[in-house]
């Protein structure tokens, strides 16, 4: 007599006298099922990738359709990633007095301006409430920003948060100097200390300034990763001060970043309403058209 199993692909063999393990085949047999279901999907999707790929290698007016004037794709002859049009900031030093006392002697101990230490504020300003980033605990990364270096009215970085530590000390409730002090730690590459710094701008600001901060904000929101924050940050800073143009040019420089430029395109062109004979930000307005009409036959081959 024979005995009762069954003989399966994978595995073992089935003992019928175990009726536990026919449920287990069972279900073996579902899951292999999913698996063929899951590499044919793959499978149909390689298919079709490969099939617009070879449709656009073979495309005879490709070429001629995709080379438009390279002239578009430059900026006084350099290339438009040469230009950093993603780093958002400024000192205030355009429209307020920017001073930081230098010590002629020299210092043992540089000191570093850690704004929490100088005043405890409760931060719950009702017009900033759809900020979570101003609200919350959450880490906001950031990489060091050696570009900003440009903005110090110093001239190591050491001395540069030195003086900003010995400012706030003097005087506790100074939004220039926590303005300094979150650029300081942009330099630096550190978010959290940042926005504590910016907070503090922000809470002790005037009227008059509050985009100033707001300006420095949107800057470490869009390097953390939080554009949708940095555009309306920007939005905010726009309705406070219309007539500041670098508002304008940092909107623009958002909405590039994130791949909007129909958008950006608008907000290049608010700004060089206010300053005309920009001719940087003319070039990096027809670098933008031209990455524009990059994307659109893109899609166009696509479809």
């Known amino acids: 007599m024979c005995r009762p199993w069954v003989h399966f692909q994978v595995g073992s063999p089935l003992d019928l006298r ?11 047999e579902k899951r292999w099922d999913e698996v063929q279901t899951v590499l044919q999907n793959l499978m149909s999707s390689k298919f079709t990738i490969e099939k617009k790929w070879e ?20 900026m006084n002859g350099q290339l438009l990633s040469t230009f950093n049009v993603y780093t958002i900031a400024t000192n205030g030093s355009e429209r307020v007095k920017v001073d930081l006392t230098v010590d002629k002697e020299d210092v043992a101990v540089y000191q570093v301006p850690d704004c929490s230490q100088y005043s405890k504020i409760e931060f719950s300003m009702p017009d900033y409430e759809h900020f979570p980033s101003l609200h919350s605990e959450d880490n906001v990364s950031l990489v060091p920003e050696d570009s900003l270096e ?7 970085v050491s001395q540069f948060g030195h003086e900003i530590h010995k400012e706030l000390v003097k005087n506790s409730s100074s939004w220039v100097h926590y ?6 730690w942009r330099i630096k590459g550190d978010g959290p200390k940042a926005v504590e710094c910016s907070r503090r701008a922000l809470h002790y600001v005037s009227q008059m300034y509050r985009d100033i901060p707001l300006h420095n904000l949107a800057g470490i929101l869009l390097k953390a990763g939080r554009s949708k924050e940095a555009t309306l940050m920007l939005r905010t800073a726009i309705e406070h001060a219309p007539k500041q143009a670098l508002h304008y040019l940092a ?8 791949g909007d430029y129909n958008n950006s395109l608008v907000f290049y062109d608010k700004f060089l309403e206010l300053e005309p004979e920009h001719s940087e930000v003319n070039a990096i307005k027809q670098a933008t058209l031209c990455f524009s009409k990059l994307e659109t036959h893109l899609i166009d081959f696509q479809e």
């Open 179 to 184: 303005n300094l002090g979150a650029l300081y």
């Open 150 to 156: 440009k903005l110090m009215p110093v001239a190591s």
């Open 55 to 74: 449709n656009l290698q073979g495309n005879p007016g490709m070429e001629s359709k995709m080379a438009l004037n390279n002239t578009d794709c430059l």
């Open 18 to 28: 175990r009726p536990y393990d026919l449920i287990s085949l069972l279900d073996q």
């Open 251 to 258: 909107l623009g420089n958002v909405y590039f970043a994130t």
